[in-house]
């Protein structure tokens, strides 16, 4: 079946990085666009980031543009967060999500993974 | 203060029936399909409606979507315990995806 695994997640300094990853399985992740969703403590949903399914074009949120970086790897089905500069401020857990259809066909979020948390505090 | 404005919270006994409202603008609900997603306690979401009022299959019925202009709804008919969660509208602004602030809906 679909799934999608993040890892990565953890406790990190101000103005340290991280990376995350997340794991794609039972489908063509070549094909699909993926994207980053963030969730504070309490709080509700915040978009990240998306990258086209060949990595030709990505988006970001204006709260992480120039902090974030998305890439993907489809050699190895996985998606990835480059975040630096973490303030505290970026304290969610993260989720991976899949474009709804392939190749930008379908523009909902479906499935998402179960998410990492990351905590930034000194 | 989210692109998207969903009310806090609604609530209503069982077996009855909820509305939750998303209201935007023509740079986003106007001119984009919303999607609606499901978050239970502890959870990751969970994709209700795409397209504005389509359901994936395993979702039932009882969830219902529409779209007119700048607002959408999200509908759920019979009400049951299980249905307590937050629940959020998606759509997207200039190739930037924007969410509501989440609904928590209640069973009385």
């Known amino acids: 079946q679909v799934q999608l695994v993040e890892s990565g997640g953890g406790v990190v300094q101000p103005g340290r990085s991280l990376r995350l990853s997340c794991a794609a399985s039972?489908?063509?992740?070549?094909?699909?666009?993926m994207h980053w969703v963030r969730q504070a403590p309490g709080k509700g949903l915040e978009w990240v980031a998306i990258?086209?399914?060949?990595?030709?074009?990505?988006y970001y949120a204006d709260s992480v543009k120039g902090r974030f970086s998305i890439s993907r790897d489809n050699s190895k089905n996985t998606l990835y967060l480059q975040m630096n500069s973490l303030r505290a401020e970026d304290t969610a857990v993260y989720y991976c999500?899949?474009?709804?259809?392939?190749w930008g066909s379908g523009d909902w979020f479906d499935p998402w993974g179960q998410g990492t948390l990351v905590t930034v505090s000194s | 203060q989210s692109v998207l404005t969903q009310p806090p919270s609604v609530s209503a006994a069982p077996g009855q029936k909820v509305t939750i409202s998303c209201s935007g603008s023509?740079?986003?609900?106007?001119?984009?399909?919303v999607s609606w997603y499901q978050q239970l306690p502890g959870t990751a979401p969970k994709l209700l409606i795409y397209?504005?009022?389509k359901r994936p299959s395993g979702i039932p019925d009882r969830f219902s979507g529409s779209k007119s202009g700048t607002s959408a709804t999200l509908g759920i008919t019979g009400l049951q315990t299980g249905d307590e969660a937050d629940y959020y509208c998606?759509?997207?602004?200039?190739?930037?995806?924007?969410f509501g602030g989440g609904t928590k809906v209640t069973v009385l």
């Open positions: 397209e504005n009022n």
């Open positions: 990258i086209w399914y060949d990595g030709s074009h990505k």
């Open positions: 999500a899949r474009d709804g259809g392939p």
């Open positions: 998606g759509t997207w602004d200039s190739s930037l995806s924007v």
């Open positions: 023509s740079s986003n609900i106007g001119n984009n399909y």
């Open positions: 039972g489908f063509t992740f070549s094909s699909y666009g």
